[in-house]
């Protein structure tokens, strides 16, 4: 079972869970693994670095959610 998508997963947790999150990061310029560069830590300290406040953040982990959802029913 593939874990929630949540402010505290690891991001290499996501993208090994959820490949098509990366776009959806990089749309964001939200550093990933698969971007290029080995990025260790949660989701929410990745948009952190990139400046996203806490609704910012909820909001991200919200529309990812969203999209996951929609492409696995697709």
Same mark, same amino acid.
């Given at each position: 079972?593939?874990?929630?998508?949540?402010?505290?997963? !690891?991001?290499?947790?996501?993208?090994?869970?959820?490949? @098509?999150?990366? #776009?959806?990061?990089?749309?964001?310029?939200?550093?990933? *693994?698969?971007?290029? !560069?080995?990025?260790?830590?949660?989701?929410?300290?990745? @948009?952190?670095? #990139?400046?996203?406040?806490?609704?910012?953040?909820d909001? *991200?982990?919200?529309?990812?959610?969203?999209?996951?959802?929609g492409?696995?029913e697709?």
């Amino acid at each position: 079972m593939k874990p929630e998508i949540t402010k505290e997963i !690891e991001i290499e947790d996501l993208v090994r869970n959820y490949p @098509a999150s990366i #776009k959806f990061l990089a749309e964001k310029n939200i550093k990933c *693994i698969a971007c290029g !560069e080995p990025v260790w830590g949660s989701l929410e300290e990745a @948009a952190r670095e #990139k400046g996203y406040t806490d609704e910012e953040v909820d909001a *991200i982990v919200s529309e990812l959610t969203t999209y996951m959802k929609g492409l696995t029913e697709n």
